[in-house]
């Protein structure tokens, strides 16, 4: 966070105030020794001109994402590695089910063409 900051140019004096916070909160959120909670952080985002993603770009920070569809909610909590890591998980779960998938197209085509063949042969009524 403190790159993008200084990439600006603007000091943790000015953030801090922007925030309303001490400097030393301010320090304290850049180092990663404090939460920081959404509306906070998104000012921070909006002030730094970046995505809020942008903010949570290194191992020491906590992603939180969250879901809702269907009446379910998913939720992941980690650092960075750790969701990059179930991402992986969960892209490799993907392909093997659309494998599956896939494999189960060409057995219900072959059924029907065996179902198919019966019905013209007279075997099946």
């Known amino acids: 966070m403190s790159i993008l900051r200084e ?3 603007i000091s ?3 953030m801090a105030e922007k925030l309303d916070v001490d400097v ?3 320090a304290r959120i850049e180092r990663g020794e404090t939460n920081v909670l959404h509306p906070k952080l998104s000012k921070i985002a909006e002030f730094l001109n970046v995505d809020v993603l942008d903010l949570l770009a290194d191992d020491k920070n906590v992603y939180l994402v969250s879901e809702s569809n269907n ?3 998913s939720c992941v909590i980690g650092s960075s590695a750790e969701i990059g890591f179930e991402i992986q998980k ?3 779960e993907v392909k093997f ?3 599956i998938m896939e494999l189960q197209k060409r057995d219900i085509a072959r059924l ?3 179902v198919a063949l019966m ?3 007279g075997d099946f009524n």
């Open 7 to 9: 990439s600006k140019g």
């Open 12 to 14: 943790q004096a000015e």
């Open 24 to 26: 030393n909160t301010y």
């Open 71 to 73: 009446n379910s909610t």
């Open 90 to 92: 969960l892209k490799s």
């Open 97 to 99: 089910q659309q494998e």
């Open 112 to 114: 029907e063409e065996i």
């Open 119 to 121: 019905k013209k042969s």
